[in-house]
Nanobody, 121 residues
Framework: QVQVVESGGGLVQAGGSLRLSCTASGNIFRVNTMGWYRQAPGKQRELVAAITSDDSTNYVDSVKGRFTISRDNAKNTVYLQMNSLKPEDTAVYYC???????????????WGQGTQVTVSS
């Protein structure tokens, strides 16, 4: 079994910062790309940022320069440092891990349960 657990959401004023964490655990051989997605009420889920196993990153345009994604491969953990937060960043943030399980040759995608980020104006 594999678990993906996020933490770090909360309520913050505009201009503030939050740091999200996400750890994958369980029957894992290797974690490949990890990413953060978000879904605001009435909107589709969108990719916010992703990082590959060799630390290549990509961001949605709306967060470039404000958010930073990083990872600790030894801990199978990904972080999202969010600075200069805006009310439009309010959403449920989900972590996604694409990984190889032990004793298999296939990649699997796992989602966390989501963490609420609310930015007040």
């Amino acid at each position: 079994q594999v678990q993906v657990v996020e933490s770090g959401g909360g309520l913050v004023q505009a201009g503030g910062s939050l740091r999200l964490s996400c750890t994958a655990s369980g029957n894992i051989f290797r974690v490949n790309t990890m990413g953060w997605y978000r879904q605001a009420p009435g909107k589709q889920r969108e990719l916010v940022a992703a990082i590959t196993s060799d630390d290549s990153t990509n961001y949605v345009d709306s967060v470039k320069g404000r958010f930073t994604i990083s990872r600790d491969n030894a801990k199978n953990t990904v972080y999202l440092q969010m600075n200069s937060l805006k009310p439009e960043d309010t959403a449920v943030y989900y972590c996604n891990a694409n990984l190889l399980k032990r004793y298999t040759s296939s990649s699997y995608s796992y989602w966390g349960q989501g963490t609420q980020v609310t930015v007040s104006s």
